[in-house]
């Protein structure tokens, strides 16, 4: 009875509610912004906040950014619908974080100044760098963005009870949900144009308290439910996800055995080990995750505050596990698939059916499924406020600032730049996640962890690390990685040739996984190694300022 009233459409009351609501959080989301224009005065405070952040304040940010509808929406519903084979993306993107603590983040706070640009240009020529770097910049953004908008109309269409065959406001399904990505595409360009930095971190300080504060809800109820029963969760799960003993174990989603078929089986275990390595380098290489080293003051702040962000992180991912197997008990994986093919409404409807089995009837599963669902478009908004920002950022210092202007452009030219760019990514933005709903939000990030590992990730280790590194290199490494990756997501399932594919009825696919990182991350190595040794370019003086720079943060800005 709880499973199937989850999954009914919502009354009345719940969208008046869950409207409420949003409009509530948009309202303070919307005063933070004013707020902080207000604050912006310079460069450095729309780029990095000013510098004012403490370890704590940014580790919180890069939690908001980090733990985005992937990590909510997604997540949970991979793990409701695949059960064991879900959580690989919840290990994956926590172990990822050892990756850019260890390699990354007290080096590069120390080396730039705005943009991931500022460290690989810092010893090399400014112009085909910096315009490599922008292009990447744009490219990875733009694929972790379809994730979030395709998010939140999945969300709108079961807030407001829109599923196949029904209407809200003389609207069908897809028209809601081609609305709400349009209307969130919106307040993200407002939020990034008007707010900058500093507006936009303190947005993902409040969206990450109220995501940690609703996840820990929703567990503890899912738990009370089972009287703290792990092994009654699991058994329920197990058995109204109607795949048996099978959910529980791996080899249900990913490395699965297809008997009679070697090829095919071999092909599904090196997938996942392509999207394992692609988790666990991307994160290293994001743009908007990058930048966040940038707004604290000192590299012991850096270090402190990605320290904070695995704590946050490592706990909610920890969470999920609650939330993935709760809904695929208490909802049932038919109800999840029915409201939404890819699993992405499964936390939300988990919050309705705890919501009528703990505060009584509808209106108690409507009331929380009003709080959660608003927690989760906090979520998405906070997350494309801050990659249109690091985007916007790279096209306005990196390119037009250094390339175009070849640095001659004045901080207000810039920060004009910044804005007129995140209408345009936001726009661009808009247009593709319209194409892509079909795709679970989860498995999007991963493509975009494939991009950044790909394409970002070389340039920058090489760039830290190698001494004999130089512009040709961080150009090939730059362009041969990225360039590798998105062919290979073009010409895979992910695009054309299956059923969930964001074109379905075309057929192109040639390449058999559905993550590219396997070949497309040592390729970038790779091109970055043959572009350096065929140049004879090299400076050793700026070399050795960087890495002074790099280790001791002196002379950083």
Not at 243 to 264: M, S
């Amino acid at each position: 009875m709880t499973a199937l009233l989850a999954a009914e459409a919502t009354n009345g009351t719940a969208r008046t509610l869950t409207i409420t609501l949003f409009l509530i959080f948009v309202a303070v989301t919307l005063a933070i912004t004013v707020w902080a224009s207000r604050q912006t005065k310079s460069a450095a405070d729309f780029y990095a906040g000013g510098r004012s952040f403490s370890g704590f304040q940014n580790g919180m940010a890069i939690g908001g950014d980090y733990m985005s509808a992937a990590s909510f929406l997604g997540i949970a519903g991979i793990i409701a619908l695949y059960g064991y084979d879900g959580f690989l993306y919840s290990i994956g993107f926590l172990v990822a974080w050892l990756v850019a603590l260890l390699l990354v983040a007290e080096l590069l706070r120390n080396s730039g100044k705005y943009t991931m640009a500022d460290v690989l240009a810092f010893r090399m020529r400014q112009r085909p760098v910096r315009t490599a770097a922008a292009v990447s910049t744009i490219t990875v953004s733009i694929f972790y963005l379809l994730a979030q908008m395709v998010g939140a109309g999945a969300l709108v269409a079961l807030l407001l009870g829109i599923r196949p065959g029904t209407t809200f406001l003389g609207m069908d399904a897809d028209t809601a949900k081609i609305a709400t990505i349009i209307l969130v595409g919106a307040l993200m360009i407002i939020y990034v144009t008007v707010g900058g930095m500093k507006g936009t971190t303190y947005v993902q300080i409040v969206k990450a308290f109220l995501l940690m504060s609703g996840a820990l809800v929703m567990t503890l109820l899912v738990l009370a439910h089972y009287k703290f029963n792990l092994s009654a969760l699991l058994g329920d799960a197990a058995a109204a996800s109607g795949k048996g003993d099978a959910f529980l174990e791996p080899g249900l989603r990913y490395g699965v055995e297809v008997a009679g078929d070697a090829t095919k089986t071999f092909y599904n275990k090196v997938d996942l080990l392509s999207l394992g390595i692609a988790l666990v380098l991307g994160t290293a290489g994001l743009p908007h995750i990058l930048i966040r080293f940038y707004t604290v003051p000192t590299a012991k702040a850096a270090r402190k505050s990605v320290l904070w962000a695995i704590g946050i992180i490592g706990a909610f991912y920890l969470l999920t596990l609650a939330l993935g197997f709760g809904a695929a008990a208490l909802v049932g994986s038919k109800a999840i698939t029915d409201q939404d093919k890819a699993g992405n409404t499964a936390a939300p409807q988990l919050a309705q059916a705890l919501g009528v089995d703990f505060f009584g009837g509808e209106l108690g599963g409507a009331a929380l499924l009003a709080v959660i669902a608003a927690v989760a478009f906090a979520t998405i908004l906070a997350v494309v406020a801050g990659l249109t920002l690091a985007s916007s950022s790279s096209l306005a210092h990196d390119f037009y600032a250094n390339v175009i202007k070849r640095g001659d452009a004045s901080e207000r030219q810039e920060v004009r730049v910044a804005r007129i760019s995140a209408f345009v990514i936001g726009a661009v933005s808009i247009v593709l996640s319209i194409f892509a709903q079909n795709l679970n939000v989860a498995f999007l990030v991963a493509l975009a962890f494939a991009v950044a590992a790909s394409g970002n990730l070389p340039a920058i280790l090489y760039s830290l690390f190698w001494r004999r590194f130089n512009t040709s290199g961080a150009v090939w490494a730059i362009y041969g990685g990225l360039l590798s990756a998105v062919l290979l997501v073009f010409f895979s399932p992910v695009v054309s040739g299956a059923p969930t594919s964001m074109f379905p009825d075309s057929n192109w696919q040639w390449f058999p996984l559905s993550n590219p990182g396997i070949l497309s991350i040592p390729f970038g190595f790779l091109c970055g190694w043959i572009g350096t040794l065929i140049s004879k370019e090299t400076d050793e003086e700026k070399y050795a300022e960087l890495e002074v720079r790099a280790l001791t943060g002196a002379g950083a800005h």
